[in-house]
């Protein structure tokens, strides 16, 4: 055999792992992403892979924010104006139900068990407890003022506080107040590290992210941050955090061993940069932007964009269900 027979076939194979292992990436970073238009009263639902909207779901007034159910199998919406949650069965994109929960809601958190879900209510100055099984209202807990985003971490559950600037921690098994914390003006989205036990909270108008321990309930630092966060979370592997900062048009990686940025990822200046999530088991980063109606899509691994997805009028809320 020729020498330049064997360097064919040496070529074709090699072409051919490339090409395997092309689709074994695109498939992991399959799956669907549902995002809230807060001006459109819908729930765009977008084929991750073509980037394609294959439904849009409607719901009520000003959807803010979309949270999966731990087993994928339910959506739940937030419809701040309507003071309702719309829930989408994700088998068919299809909303079978909708439920009246409290004035103004913002976000909703659901537990690892699938036993409560937690939505702040930010005109009652309170959060709703619900059973998601049934749907039924388990309880109603004061809170400060304009509650955001409510966050589970362990046996308790910390409620950001936009109006109030503080962070209402709750007992899961009394569902009683246990302590406020002060962290800066306009808390908004949190994150929480597992491996730490910190808490980290986006701070909107104080331009920082605060960190909470967990064990002491004391702010132990501010991260500076670009303008306007309102989102952060932590990546699967407790390494690092994401802060999502509408007023500047980005999005910044923390370094969670001695919490500082370091790696700022320009959007646009006019991007409006909200919502945040991650798919592809932390690959990839995904962002709303309600400025510009997009979700931008960043290789989590080289901290660059590689999709802008349209979809509808400024997205706010979004969650990922694995293919």
Known sequence: MKHSQVLGI??????GVVNVLSAAESKAAGGKVYATAWF???????DLNTGK???????????HNVFLSPDQKTAWVTNNNDGT?????????????????GNGPRHTFISSDGKEAYVTTEF???????????YAPLATIKVGRMPHFAL???????????????????????????GTIP???????????????????????????????????????????????????????QKHAYVANDGAGTVQKIDLANNAIVKTVAIAPNAGTHGIGFAADGKLLLLTNTGNNTISVIDATKDRIIKTIKVGTAPEGIAFKRP
């Open 152 to 178: 589970i971490a362990g046996d308790r559950v910390f409620v950001s506080n936009f109006g109030s600037g503080d962070v209402s921690v709750i007992d899961r098994t009394n569902r009683n107040v246990m």
């Open 53 to 63: 909207t294959i439904r849009t779901v409607k719901v009520g007034v000003h959807d």
């Open 40 to 46: 459109g009263g819908e729930v765009g639902v977008v």
């Open 10 to 15: 040496v070529l074709c194979y090699v072409l």
């Open 124 to 134: 009652d100055d309170a959060v709703a407890v619900i059973d998601p099984g049934t």
């Open 183 to 237: 962290v800066g003006l306009g808390p908004l989205g949190a994150g929480f590290a597992k491996d730490t036990q910190r808490v980290y909270i986006a701070c909107h108008a104080a331009n920082h992210v605060a960190v909470i321990d967990g064990n002491s309930l004391q702010v132990i630092t501010r991260i500076p941050t670009d303008a306007g966060p309102v989102q952060v979370t932590v990546t699967p592997d």
């Open 85 to 101: 949650v719309s829930i989408i069965d994700t088998a068919t994109d299809q909303v079978s139900r909708t439920f009246r929960v």
